[in-house]
């Protein structure tokens, strides 16, 4: 009944806030308005992929295919949606489509989510080595144009990952539909009996996941200009990190979208930080390790005195 | 409403549920009609919950006819159910879970009209119940918790609750709160409501209903008036003898030497029962829990533990599902009997027997799995599993819920029997009745020791009083 | 536990479906070739069996153990072993030594980190491979070092026919099958993993159990790094990476319950078979690298289809 678990919010914001702050100590230059565009350049594509895993993680499964099907859907997006838009769209929207048939079909059947999206990560990544056999495509030109708009005030990734965070926190904490869907995680059964039908619960929230999955993937394109089959295969485990940082639980549908937001902007600024403290590349990967880490036991340490008060 | 007194809600004719070769409900026919509080009543196994679930829209009979006055159905005609489990969403609000089962509730202002409706039927049904309706269900106790799924229940939801069916609706409420409901059926009843209503305090069924509808065996075998039943005459037609006098004959040993205080007050001599009680939720589950904890280990093995646990929650606290009723019975004695880390068949399979039949656990054969087995049955396991053990203490937490009458006989004699041996005995009920039958009992009140009662003390006023003296004084 | 017809063991499909891929590359081939096939199987499969075994303990602890830091463990103990043989002969035992203790290791602080920070087990474990990755990265600076002559010939060996990394997996695979069936500490792994609570309240050690099989599982990955960093002469910083995936497919595939509490070290090796004829059967077809990796993805999908409805009738 504590404080700290009644606001789940309070200790990501912390931990974004007193990473950003020690980035300011490091290096003050990147308290600008192109500094900060600079530290979260990366972060849109993936607080999208963040958002994704939430959706699955909301109703007690997980995604392993994340990734690869982010780097589908951008390698669609560098191919079809910059030659022939029309046929492109149809595509990405197939995919997010058959995300929802997969929800579907992991409800219907009860199979374990983990191994059914594990499976699929093999689809997806073949699908991609199909279209894009060696890096390439071209981002479309209104994509590029959108991902390196130049907003008042605050830098694109900043406005973005507010605007993200305000339309998911909408949809899914302050809709209807959405508080049904956290039912879902929640207690299934009960929404069953209260005449939902889960199975299409399911399918909209793979189907919701598919749809950011397929904006991630848009949006990585956007900022890379070009792609290639294996570009966010690191977006599976960074999602998963994101969601947990971000407040999240595995179980139970206790999600949060802001969170999950922010768990996504603290991994990106992160790698960030890192290059800035001039660390031997050898140890970048196992800092980023050691602050997630790090991260967790902060919380810990803040629930726990939240607890004991 | 001049003509409610005998507009039908459902009826049902020779209704019945067959799953597989088991006959859960045998041909059953029965109208409810506005006004009306049925009390259901009968065993484990008697097709209580398959009946619930055929008049609630949730089962199809497999023959027979089910006939909604009000609509096509269940839920069209204001049909509505509270389970014994709790069927919440925990991460939802109050407010939240209203709206889960209250699907028009739609657009921009759902959550303002979702609080106003739970907050009214809250106030109606539990005056002063200090629920707010933005509270996270996690965040509230279990009585709490069961308090607003009845609210949820007797909510309108964009219609009109017409016949509530309550199973054991009581069992995580104390007597003031019970009380509150039961008076809240009678004036729903009254209002051209129908109830029904599912308990094993008869106590509550004899308060509300109006008529009792007696099931053994997926049959009914009595209905009439509740006036013209007698508890006993009811106990009598479930089928098994009522426990009347509770009293165990002839003199207790002499109380051998402590062999346990906590520093709550918890003391325990060697061969005692000692009996914990007060109103649910009053700290008597989490001092057994912590007590057991903290005397055995996650770390160390052990071979001979220093206590050991009986389950009541047993999905949650005592049952390995996936497991035979062998290996269900013989983890506690694994280590006592290995030989060099390897499990002892042998001494597996002779333990089990014995327990088998020293308990009666009604399996062809113990390699059976657990889930085959009803309720009662199950729990009969998880005493055998805690007796099998040399533990001289045993820690009971309300092991007798959904057991049946015969069940509970075996099992006080049991606990008798090996206390005669010398076991200690821990053992929290939420059954005056059986707390009774201790040697010694604490009562417990806000996670607190409030009475320490032994000898010709121990009766259900002392405890009454212990368990809500210090209420009035706060 | 008395099977009225093969077709219920949930270990048989992996099997099957090994045979079925086994056969239908040799189709091609009108047979020639079956006894090579077989050896390559038996060779690639053992590594995926070991890590598989490992990791099939930890899923049977339940829901939400896994252990993501497998990859980084084989490379990690792989890397460090050859550091410490230096191609000089004699030094085998030494270098399997220091494998293994960075198995102890690495499953320690796995452990440690999802006990003392109460982290979820995918998290912990894969924040902590990004520590051992690093490390990994640190040790080996780019070099590629040899094993030591008599280990490399021992790995790509042979003894009765069979290769002498099978013959590791297969004693492992008994091994672990008797500790399952057989010993108290079998027991009280399937206990915790159907239900922790009700474990621990049956007297279970429940914490020394989770430590035991997350040190197990990174032992297992050790010992496969080592003798995959001996049977491929050098170790290699990506060389773990496809047995993140490949670990829990094999235990899923081989009929293990992903709920926990259920075991099937059978499956394990079925599976493993499985996973490499498949690519192979694929390859022998001319599939591209794209049809191969859909094909694959779809078949473990179909397997896990298959063993489910089965069960849903049974």
């Given at each position: 009944m504590n404080f700290l678990a009644r606001h789940r919010i309070i200790l990501p914001v912390v931990s974004l806030a007193v990473l950003l702050a020690a980035t300011f100590y490091m290096?003050?230059?990147?308290?600008?308005y192109f500094g900060l565009n600079l530290l979260f350049n990366l972060a849109v594509p993936i607080a999208l992929a963040t958002v994704a895993q939430m959706m699955i993680i909301m109703v007690n499964d997980i995604d392993l295919s994340l990734g690869a099907f982010v780097s589908l859907a951008a390698c669609v997006t560098a191919t079809f949606v910059n030659d022939t838009p029309v046929l492109g769209l149809l595509i990405l929207l197939a995919l997010v489509l058959s995300y929802a048939a997969l929800g579907a079909l992991i409800h219907a059947l009860e199979l374990p989510a983990i191994v059914v999206t594990l499976g699929m990560s093999f689809v997806w990544g073949g699908l991609a080595l199909f279209i894009l056999p060696s890096p390439g495509g071209q981002s479309p030109e209104w994509l590029r144009a959108l991902m390196t708009v130049k907003p008042p005030f605050a830098p694109m990734a900043v406005v973005a990952a507010v605007i993200i965070s305000v339309v998911t926190h909408l949809l899914i904490v302050r809709s209807g539909i959405g508080t049904v869907l956290r039912g879902v995680g929640g207690n299934a059964r009960s929404v069953a009996r209260a005449g939902w039908s889960v199975i299409w619960l399911k399918a909209l929230a793979y189907g919701l996941a598919g749809l950011f999955g397929v904006l991630a993937g848009m949006a990585l394109v956007g900022l890379a200009t070009s792609a290639d089959a294996n570009i966010a295969l690191r977006y599976t485990l960074l999602s998963i990190a994101g969601v947990i940082l971000g407040g999240g639980e595995f179980t139970g549908g206790k999600v949060s979208p802001t969170g999950a937001v922010i768990g996504a902007l603290t991994l990106t600024l992160a790698a960030s930080f890192l290059s800035f403290m001039r660390l031997s590349p050898d140890w970048q990967i196992g800092a980023q390790g050691a602050i997630l880490i790090l991260v967790l036991t902060a919380r810990l340490i803040f629930s726990r005195k939240g607890a004991a008060t | 409403m001049s003509d409610h007194e005998n507009a039908l809600i459902v009826t049902l004719d020779q209704a019945a549920k067959h799953f597989g070769r088991l006959r859960a409900l045998d041909g059953v026919s029965l109208s409810v009609a506005a006004g009306d509080c049925i009390g259901l009543v009968g065993h484990n196994g008697a097709g209580k919950s398959t009946l619930v679930n055929l008049i609630n829209g949730g089962l199809a009979p497999s023959s027979g006819t089910i006939v909604f006055s009000g609509g096509d159905t269940a839920h069209v005609a204001g049909v509505r159910s509270v389970f014994q489990e709790l069927s919440l969403c925990p991460n939802l609000t109050v407010a939240e879970n209203l709206k889960i089962s209250h699907s028009a509730l739609k657009g921009p202002g759902w959550r303002r009209s979702a609080r106003a409706e739970i907050r009214a039927s809250l106030d109606e049904i539990f005056p002063d119940h200090g629920i707010s309706a933005d509270a996270q269900v996690d965040m509230l106790s279990i009585a709490q918790r069961q308090m607003v799924e009845i609210a949820i229940g007797f909510a309108p939801r964009g219609t009109q609750a017409r016949l509530v069916i309550l199973d054991e609706p009581t069992s995580s409420l104390d007597e003031g709160i019970a009380g509150q409901l039961l008076a809240h059926i009678r004036r729903f009843c009254a209002s051209g409501g129908a109830v029904v209503f599912i308990s094993h305090m008869l106590g509550e069924i004899f308060k509300v209903a109006s008529r009792i509808i007696v099931l053994k065996d997926g049959r009914i075998v009595d209905e009439r008036a509740s006036g013209a039943f007698t508890r006993q005459g009811l106990v009598d037609v479930m089928g098994h003898v009522a426990p009347e006098s509770a009293q165990v004959a002839g003199a207790r040993s002499d109380p051998g030497s402590e062999i346990l205080r906590t520093a709550q007050g918890l003391a325990a001599r060697k061969g005692e029962i000692v009996g914990l009680s007060g109103l649910?939720?009053?700290?008597q589950a989490e001092a057994l829990a912590h007590l057991y904890l903290s005397r055995s280990s996650a770390w160390r093995p052990r071979k001979s533990p220093e206590v050991v646990f009986v389950a009541g929650d047993r999905p949650r606290d005592g049952v390995l599902p996936l497991w035979s009723i062998l290996c269900n019975i013989s983890i506690s004695v694994l280590q006592q009997t290995a030989r060099r880390g390897l499990v002892n068949r042998q001494a597996e399979t002779a333990i089990a027997a014995e327990w088998k039949s020293r308990i009666g656990v009604r399996t062809d054969d113990v390699r059976n799995p657990i889930l085959s087995l009803s309720g009662g049955n199950q729990q009969k396991v998880l005493f055998a599993r805690a007796l099998a053990s040399q533990a001289p203490l045993v820690i009971m937490?309300?092991?007798?819920?959904?057991?049946?009458v015969g069940t509970k006989q075996d099992v006080y004699a049991m606990i008798r029997a090996e206390a005669a041996n010398g076991r200690t005995f821990l053992w929290y009920s939420t059954e005056t009745e059986e707390v009774c039958q201790c040697d010694r009992v604490f009562v417990f009140r806000n996670h607190e020791i409030s009475a320490e009662l032994t000898g010709v003390d121990i009766s259900e006023e002392k405890i009454l009083e212990a368990s809500f003296a210090m209420q009035e004084a706060s | 536990m008395t099977p009225l017809n093969l077709l219920a063991k949930p270990w048989i499909w992996s099997w099957l479906a090994a045979s079925a891929a086994f056969g239908l590359t040799l189709g091609l081939t009108s047979g020639r070739g079956a006894g090579e096939l077989a050896y390559a199987a038996l060779s690639f499969g053992a590594f995926a069996a070991i890590v598989g075994l490992g990791q099939m303990l930890v899923i049977t602890l339940g829901p939400g153990n896994v252990d993501l830091s497998i990859p980084a463990t084989m490379t990690l103990a792989a890397t460090l072993a050859l550091k410490a043989m230096s191609s000089n002969p004699g030094t085998a035992f030494l270098g399997l030594g220091i494998a293994l203790g960075v198995g102890v290791a690495a499953g320690l602080a796995n452990y440690a980190l999802i006990f003392l920070l109460r982290l979820p087990p995918i998290i912990a474990t894969l924040a902590a491979s990004l520590v051992y990755q690093s490390f990994a990265i640190w040790s080996n600076r780019g070099l590629r070092i040899k094993p030591p002559a008599g280990l490399a010939d021992f790995a790509t060996g042979r003894f009765l026919g069979l290769p002498n990394v099978a013959w590791v997996g297969l004693a492992l695979a008994i091994v672990v099958w008797v500790v399952l069936e057989r010993t108290v500490w079998g027991r009280m792994l399937l206990a915790t993993g159907q239900n922790l609570r009700v474990a621990r309240l049956a007297g279970v050690p429940v914490e020394l159990v989770r430590a035991t099989t997350y040190v197990l599982v990174a032992v297992f990955a050790s010992l496969a790094g080592y003798l995959l960093a001996s049977f491929s002469g050098g170790a290699a910083l990506n060389m773990g990476a496809e047995y993140l995936l490949m670990s829990i497919a094999v235990v899923v595939i081989g009929g293990t319950s992903i709920a926990g509490g259920n075991s099937n070290v059978p499956g394990v090796w079925g599976a493993a078979l499985f996973m490499f004829l498949v690519v192979s059967m694929l390859n022998s077809y001319g599939a591209g690298a794209g049809v191969r990796n859909v094909l694959t993805g779809t078949i473990i999908i179909a397997i896990v289809i298959a063993a489910s409805t089965r069960r849903v009738r049974a």
């Open positions: 290096q003050p230059r990147t308290m600008s | 649910a939720g009053h700290g937490d309300d092991p007798m819920r959904g057991v049946d | -």
